[in-house]
């Protein structure tokens, strides 16, 4: 046989799924609640009530929990000033005029306004000392989305949200109390409805918001699939970068290899310039010693130069073409020696051009290596990550399996809704037969009233029979005023069960106290009367 669940008995079961670790209560009353968060063992809560004189009935009831806190506060949306209303029914006293709820409650008026200092919630539970976060938020007044706008850190922590929230629209709108508007508020903050029922009046009502970890999850996922894209891109362009700069020392490699066989090829140029410098320089002595063996000759054959002076002729032209070819030598040795200057030269500075690039290639080295950690250590980020993932898709699987079960609790609660809605039915049937009854009541009344005025006017003739009536009217007095103590203390009693019964149950008692009271009128107008003569 299924099980029907009533809606405290679907929060207990809410409570199984999301331990309560703090409670926050808005507009706790007289703490009529207490009773239920006792028998939850909630470590820590905080009940707030903005009436001074509910408040200090809620200071006594919570007396022997010393981890629980009361206090009178008016929250809002924002820091401030604000009227807040005194209403006929108590349970209706708030921020909301009572004469805008004439569609819901007749006869509903404002007895008191007062000007009070408005403060939020993020504030006020800002204030407090709480070592563990407070996740169960209970926001039992109209309206309600006043005071969720005004505790975006609250909710940022939260697991559960009940809020008291108008189910039918039609008769108050854009008030801040409709659900639909406090449903679309609280999605934007990451929470789903999943579950209302409705007061014994059926057009108001509480909703229960459980923060969506599926939306959050996929959030969570989406930043986390972000981060891993940035990080590839990085990783990308890191290895990019490290491509280059590979590819750049490969260039720097090939172009210090060119270098170096050119300043082979000009260090064997310069050797072979030497060389030649040195058979140049061996040729010229031997052209100077060859030029002073030729001048002794010359000197030999003075005595003969007659004879062979077409010999002499011939060695000048002999001595005439070594000596330009000395002297070209000695050309041909100074521009090489210039060249082997320059030469020395281009050597020093491609050697610290060398040294350049190998400093260069040290430096690509050593980025290429810290390239290297950093994408081992954004390899390990990544596996950290997918190790997330898997936890949390773990995570989503049991949040499925959790909302299968509110789902199946809700269509439970359907079920005992519409049983409650026939049982309203009948009771406001029964509640139009008892107006019924009292108006033919005060009908009675009227008619007794009447013949009371008509016997009046024989009260000169019965005058001993007056003071007899007077008597017994003395009587029928203190018996009155005693019903009336009497009354006096059943409505005092009511008062007090108003805290732990609902609206309707205390509307209903009233009806009853009104019809005892139009009886025992009726009786003491009737036993009155009838003591009379005549009658």
Known sequence: MQKTFSFPDWLDYLRRLMPISGLVHVGAGAGMDSVRYAKWSVPRAALIEADDALANKLAVAIKDYPTWSSHAAFLGDKEGESTFYLASHANESGALKPEDLGRIWRNLRTVEERALRTSTLDAMLGELDTTEPINWGVIDCLPALPVLRGADGFLAQADIIVARVVLDETLLSDQGCGKSEVDRFLETCGYRCVASEEEHQPALGRAVYLRDWKALFATTCATQRKLAFDQEAQIKQHSQAHDEL????????????????????????????????????????????????????????????????????????????????????????????????????????????????????????????????????RQAQVQKLTQVRDEQAKQVADAHAQVAQLTQAHDEQAKLAADRQAQVQKLAQVRDEQTRQVADAHAQVQQLTQARDEQAKLAAERQTQIEALTHARDEQAKLVTEQQRQLDEARLKLEQ????????????????????????QIDLIKDVLLREPGL
């Open 246 to 377: 590979s590819k750049l020392a490969t260039d720097r490699l090939v172009q210090v290899e060119k270098l170096s066989q050119a300043c082979e090829e000009q260090s064997k140029r310069v050797a072979d310039a030497h060389t030649q410098v040195a058979q140049l320089t061996q040729a010229r002595d031997e052209q100077a010693k060859l030029a002073a063996d030729r001048q002794a000759q010359v000197q030999k054959l003075t005595q003969v130069r007659d004879e062979q002076a077409k010999q002499v002729a011939d060695a000048h032209a002999q001595v005439e073409q070594l000596t330009q070819a000395r002297d070209e030598q000695a050309k041909l040795a100074a521009d090489r020696q210039a060249q082997v200057q320059k030469l020395i030269q281009a050597s020093d500075e491609q050697t610290r051009q060398v040294s350049d690039f190998h400093a260069q290639v040290s430096q690509l080295t050593q980025a290429r290596d810290e390239q290297a950690k950093l994408a081992a250590d």
């Open 497 to 520: 069960m108003e805290v732990q019964n609902s609206a309707f149950a205390t509307h209903q008692t009233l009806l009853r106290d009104e019809l005892v009271r139009a009886e025992a």
